[in-house]
């Protein structure tokens, strides 16, 4: 058994004490920061029109990304041989007309709820009908993760009915559980395990003026999900469709009548919840509601390229880099520029990955685990691409052993240290300090670890996946004189991101700092390929495949 062990960790051992071999030091230092300024220069050009999947320029984007992929080399892996993987996406929007909700309550009252006020529900992704009348069940937060004591579905039966959720994460928790748990796509699920048809929220945190502007979105832009040749959702952190009839929301006025109408205090309830009881009930109370949904489908592309393994056997296995090729188009001028380039995010991501897969097709010797670069779609839609592709990979389902994102490195300043998100949830913490160390880059936690950013980007999706994955985010260290990263990192942010001011032209760029990048994360995907041993998640974690 030591010797097993032995041998497992020997790859990483010969790195980890900084002795990168000569063949591998000289491929790193072959990253070339005048071709991730080139790539950012095209790929955030106005002909791109933003980038926005669907439209022009985004095919122009795609085009790009496939004709560097020829150029250096790198083999296709996407569907038919080619490079892409057609990805259906669909905008549902709800109608307003003939939209209804109705609860028969326990008093023997019935009353119609108000659209915007008292509630709202979400297009539905897949049906373009739906009439619904079911009972109800309250199921406090909605959360079924015995091991962790939330037992909101225990002894208590939702089959076939609508469950009603408040929503409320205890502040004990990890920001990253926290984020996680408070996604609509969370509380759905536990719903459809346990066999309810649909799903009504209440947020307490939520105020009317936000709650009338969601419901009056729904209906005037209505929202975007990955759809599979049958017509089913794939993947949405907002509203994933399988078996729920309705998805939507009630105001914590309603909730509060729905509740005193059983007897039930509001406020009560709340309080027994934080301290951790169990308050789940059935409701007497009845539901009826029928709403129509209208779908617009159009068609947008993840773009998949491949380093075949040298070991017999390892090469079946693969290491993913991903990083998401979309941004927002074209919106709301702002001093007469209304095009939403995106050149930090994430031309500068995808610039970093294209470069990375250049070093890896001039590899002599390959690594032992094939490495696939896939550059997604609609992640500023909801991580749709990669939700696609993680729920329909073009290698063998079980076969990606792990997930490095790139997505937006803000490369501003000088790279001296890296936080590694969601490294920290399983053995690629290990990896990541192998190579920083390599490197000479510091390694520090989540510098905003509110923020859930491990939960919010493309390596999500391969988490859900029960992937282990991470995106690496700078640091705060810097050695320039006067000079406060994290806090130029926040006037940045503020001025510029999710703006027109996001653009090539006259934006701000640290270039070496996007080599340096790179090659931390050429680096962490070339070590996981490398090691016999799968990266696994830490016994016990809470994301943990059970």
């Known amino acids: 058994m030591k010797k097993l062990l032995l041998f497992i960790l020997l790859p990483l051992f010969v790195h980890s004490q900084g002795v990168i071999n000569r063949k591998l030091k000289k491929a790193l230092n072959q990253l070339d920061s005048n071709q991730i300024k080139a790539h950012v220069a095209y790929l955030a050009d106005d002909k791109l029109k933003g980038r926005m999947p669907g439209q022009e320029g985004y095919q122009l984007a795609v085009d790009y990304v496939i004709n560097q992929f020829k150029t250096i080399g790198l083999p296709p892996a996407g569907e038919e041989n080619g490079y892409t993987q057609k990805v259906i996406l669909r905008k549902s929007i709800l109608q307003k007309e003939g939209l209804a909700l109705r609860m028969n309550l326990k008093t023997g009252e019935t009353k119609t709820l108000d659209y915007g006020t008292e509630f709202l529900i979400f297009p539905h992704p897949e049906k373009t009908s739906v009439e619904i009348s079911a009972p109800m069940v309250f199921v406090g937060a909605g959360f079924d993760r015995p091991e962790m004591g939330f037992k909101d579905y225990e002894n208590i039966d939702v089959k076939g009915k609508i469950v009603v959720v408040m929503k409320k994460v205890p502040d004990s928790l990890a920001a990253n559980v926290k984020l996680h748990l408070n996604y609509a796509a969370t509380t759905q699920e536990y719903a459809i395990k346990n066999g309810a048809i649909g799903i009504l929220t209440c947020n307490y945190a939520t105020s009317a003026v936000q709650f009338k502007a969601q419901s009056s979105t729904l209906i005037s832009a209505g929202q975007t999900a990955s759809m599979d040749n049958q017509g089913k959702v794939v993947g949405s952190i907002s509203h994933r469709g399988l078996p729920l009839q309705i998805a939507g929301a ?57 380093i075949e393994g040298s070991d017999a056997e390892l090469k079946n296995e693969y290491v993913v880099h991903t990083a998401h090729l979309d941004h927002l188009g074209i919106g709301k001028a702002v001093n007469g520029d209304s095009i939403y380039n995106g050149a930090h995010d994430n031309a500068s991501g995808v610039a970093c990955s294209l470069e990375m897969a250049r070093i890896y097709a001039n590899l002599k010797e390959k690594p032992k685990r094939s490495v696939l670069f896939v550059i997604v779609t609609a992640e500023e839609m909801g991580l749709l691409g990669s939700a696609y592709f993680a729920a329909h990979p073009t290698v063998p389902k079980g076969t990606m052993v792990a997930n490095v994102n790139t997505d937006m490195p803000t490369i501003i300043a000088p790279l001296e240290s890296i936080s590694a998100l969601g490294a920290e949830h399983s053995s690629l913490s290990t ?31 391969f988490v859900r996946a029960g992937i282990p994955a991470l995106h690496v985010k700078y640091g705060s260290k810097t050695s320039l004189p006067n000079f406060n990263l994290l806090e130029s990192v926040k006037k940045w942010r503020e001025a510029t991101y999710h703006k027109t001011a996001d653009n090539f032209n006259g934006g701000m760029f640290y270039w070496s700092a996007g080599r340096k990048y790179a090659q931390l994360n050429f680096l962490i995907g070339y070590l996981i390929a490398q090691n016999p041993a799968r990266p696994a998640w830490k016994k016990g974690d809470f994301f943990e495949v059970k």
Do not use: C, W
Not at 252 to 263: P, Q, T
């Open 250 to 306: 009630i105001s914590v006025k309603m909730l509060s009548d729905l509740l005193k109408a059983e007897g039930l205090d509001f406020e009560k309830i709340g309080q027994r919840m934080e301290r951790g009881e169990n308050v789940s009930t059935p409701l007497t109370s009845t539901l009826q509601s029928s709403y129509t949904t209208q779908h617009q489908d159009f068609t947008s592309y993840n773009i998949i390229g491949k």
């Open 431 to 461: 990896v990541v300090a192998q190579a920083a160390k390599a490197l000479k880059l510091g390694v520090e936690p989540d510098l905003e670890p509110k923020e859930g950013r491990f939960v919010r980007s493309d390596q999500y999706s």
